[in-house]
């Protein structure tokens, strides 16, 4: 499971039609709908939100904006708390820079023009669920991309 940190406009079709899904059943999660996936690190922001489904409703409904921007269908209507506001939940500079080297190197793969209108990109944002601080990327993430592979 990966929900994106940073805007959903960096993401490639595939990369946002995973967000949707994999948002979507965070959702499920939050409501107790599933075995899985119940005690991923990535949900304790949504977990750890005062209002826990208005948070994952916000930030679904961002990625619905941005997949009615580029022309996809997805329903609205599976939003189970569509809010256009919520308290923003504090995310590390490190964390958002090291989402977006993870995205730039899917895409190296396989999409390389949205690679490129990423690089031209003048600042980088995060998703408007998020108020950037200063800080390394959080500890939680295990991955080839920060060299720590099998520990």
Same mark, same amino acid.
């Given at each position: 499971?990966?929900? #994106?940190?940073?805007?959903?406009?960096? !993401?490639? #079709?595939?990369?946002?039609?995973?967000?949707?899904?994999?948002? !979507? &059943?965070?959702?499920?999660?939050?409501?107790?709908?599933?075995?899985? #996936?119940?005690?991923?690190? $990535?949900?304790? /922001?949504?977990?750890?939100?005062?209002?826990?489904?208005?948070?994952?409703?916000?930030? !679904?409904?961002?990625?619905? /904006?941005?997949?009615?921007?580029?022309? =996809?269908? =997805?329903?609205?209507?599976?939003?189970?708390?569509?809010?256009?506001?919520?308290?923003?939940?504090? !995310?590390?500079?490190? $964390?958002?820079? =090291?989402?977006?080297?993870? &995205?730039?190197?899917?895409?190296?793969?396989?999409?390389?023009?949205?690679?490129?209108?990423? $690089? *031209?990109?003048?600042?980088?944002?995060?998703?408007?669920?998020?108020?950037?601080?200063?800080?390394?990327?959080?500890?939680?993430? *295990?991955?080839? #991309?920060?060299?720590?592979?099998? $520990?």
């Amino acid at each position: 499971m990966r929900i #994106w940190s940073i805007h959903p406009r960096y !993401l490639d #079709w595939k990369g946002l039609g995973a967000l949707w899904r994999e948002t !979507l &059943l965070a959702q499920r999660v939050l409501l107790g709908g599933t075995r899985g #996936w119940r005690n991923h690190p $990535q949900l304790d /922001r949504f977990k750890g939100h005062v209002e826990p489904l208005k948070a994952v409703g916000f930030y !679904l409904v961002e990625v619905h /904006r941005e997949g009615r921007r580029r022309g =996809y269908r =997805y329903d609205f209507s599976k939003i189970l708390e569509p809010v256009d506001a919520v308290e923003q939940v504090c !995310l590390t500079r490190g $964390q958002l820079e =090291y989402e977006f080297k993870i &995205l730039n190197e899917r895409l190296a793969r396989r999409d390389p023009a949205k690679l490129e209108e990423n $690089q *031209k990109a003048e600042t980088l944002e995060p998703h408007p669920m998020f108020r950037v601080v200063e800080g390394p990327p959080e500890p939680w993430e *295990k991955s080839y #991309w920060r060299g720590t592979k099998g $520990q």
